[in-house]
């Protein structure tokens, strides 16, 4: 009877799929992390005023355009590390190799950004006239160059993604959102100078620290390990990283190219309001994207082995709560916006548009629907239906973005990111997947 009730703990926890407890994980670790970045953002608003959020913000929002100085290695790792695993082969010669052609990018990368700081710094910083050109250099070089760091040591958290220990990647994030805080706390409400150049680095610095010392740690390891230098293991892993690359340039068209856009034509007050409603929808969908981030492996390994069913059970569970959680959501957010604002800034007052929330909560839900799906095609490394539909839907995005935003601000910027959606992946990525199962003989949503 005792003996029952011990086990009876471990019994239910070895019941629960590998992929929940790693997306669980990285729920805990993104609340932890969202809540800091919403904290950071009163914080900062409060010492340094919402013009220098707004560079704090737009210079931050700079990560996705720097994660693609990987250049596709990280996916291209983790896939080789699942098909391995499925064949319950050693992998060890990927990941030392990987890491040996993270750290030979790593340098030449740093010396470019500090010879383009000069010319894209003042650029995209042009309508904040309260700094100097020197200035603006400073902050964009040294928050770059911290993100480019991070990248590459990011690598190795797709390693352990891969070997479905995802938690331990969630936890390192965790861990240096938390000292990112404490930093920016004690920088903001201290008598130092250049304040904002101080709360950028300290934004990025720990989590640049400990993803390199993750990468160092695994490559070393992994090397001690058996390896073998094989020109044929780095051939195959960037022959497969490059078109994962071409992929993710072709999505920051579609993705991040409103940070831009709104650098050069959307007022401050209204570039604070879509950080602020971003950042909060960011954390939202980033509760979905981590269980897609910690699938990805389990679709990979169910993928190699044919075995539909689960990729169709899978497809079915996680839309149908994906799109649940946006509807509910977007329906509490019109409701709570006000008050969430007063407390991310109660000196100034800066109100978000219902309407504007809305809109948000439809390209959000569709970010739902297409990833998942881009996520399918992922596991199974077939690019050829995103290769095919991104450009399009890149160029339909920067075409609408820059048509609609000088008239309606924000606005434009959603509704052209919405309108690329619709005419592309939307429905493009659906019919590649179901043609796959229709290929093997199986039905799928």
Known sequence: MNTKAKRFPLYILNSVPSHLFVAGSAWISRVVS????????????????????????????????????????????QNFISEYRAKDQTYVKY?????MVAFVLLFPLLFILYILSPYLAPFFLKQFYFLSDAEKIKDFFSI??????????????RVWYAQQRGYISNLLTALGSLISFFGILTVTQSQL?????????????????????????????NMNNGFRWETEVVENLLRRAGRFWLLAIMAACVLQVDSIIISQFIEIKEIVIYLISTRIYGFIFFIYNAVLL????????????NKWDIINRNLTNYLTAGI????????????????IVHILSPAEKIEVPLFFIIILGVYYLLRVWTDTF????????????????VPF?????????????????????????????????????????????????????
């Open 34 to 77: 969202a809540a800091i970045q919403l904290l950071s953002v009163r914080i900062i608003i409060e010492n340094l005023g919402t013009d220098q959020y707004a560079v704090f913000g737009l210079l931050t929002g700079l990560m996705g355009w720097y994660m693609l100085v990987e250049m596709g290695v990280g996916t291209s790792l």
């Open 95 to 99: 990941i030392v190799s990987a890491g």
């Open 144 to 157: 770059g160059s911290l993100f480019i760091a991070a990248t590459i040591g990011g690598i190795a958290y």
């Open 193 to 221: 100078s250049n304040k904002l150049f101080l709360s950028l680095v300290m934004y990025a610095l720990p989590s640049t620290i400990l993803s390199i010392a993750s990468l160092c740690y695994l490559t070393i390891k």
């Open 294 to 305: 910690a699938l990805w492996p389990v679709f990979a390994e169910a993928i190699a082995r």
């Open 324 to 339: 649940s959680m946006m509807v509910v959501a977007t329906s509490v957010l019109l409701w709570l916006m006000p008050f």
């Open 374 to 389: 881009s996520m399918v095609l992922g596991s199974m490394n077939d690019l050829k239906p995103l290769w095919l539909f």
């Open 393 to 445: 839907q890149g160029m339909l995005s920067i075409f609408f973005q820059l048509i609609l935003a000088p008239k309606y601000g924000v606005y434009g910027i959603v509704l052209g990111l919405i309108i690329s959606f619709i005419l592309t992946v939307a429905w493009g990525l659906p019919r590649a997947v179901r043609q796959h199962a229709l290929n093997s003989n199986r039905d799928i949503i």
